[in-house]
C-alpha cells in the first residue's frame, strides 16, 4: 500500500513539474477539467459554450512573463461566470421551461 502510495505522489509531482515547466499543457489540462465539469453538469451545449468562453478570455490575457496556474484559474472563473449568466437569464430559463414541457 505504502509503495503505491509512493509511486502516485511521485507521478503527481512529475506531472507538477511538467506543468510548470509548460504553460501550454497548463492551459490544456484547465481547459479540459473545466469543459468536462460543465458537460456533467449542464450538458454538452453549455459545455461548448463554456469552451468559447474560456478560449476568447484566453486569447484576451495580457500574458505576463510565464503565466502560471492562477492565470488559468482566472480565466476559468470569468468562462464559469459567463456560464451562470446564460444560466440566469430569462431567455435561457423559458427555453429550459418550454423544452421541458416537450
Partial sequence: MRDRESNRTSRQLEVIALCDA?????????LAAFAR???ELFGSEQAWLATADWLEELESLNWPAKPGVSDFRRITTV????LADRQ???CFIQYRAEASHT
Fill in 37 to 39: 465539469a460543465v458537460r
Fill in 88 to 90: 440566469l437569464s430569462p
Fill in 22 to 30: 509548460n504553460p501550454i499543457l497548463m492551459a490544456e489540462r484547465e
Fill in 79 to 82: 468562462a464559469s461566470a459567463r
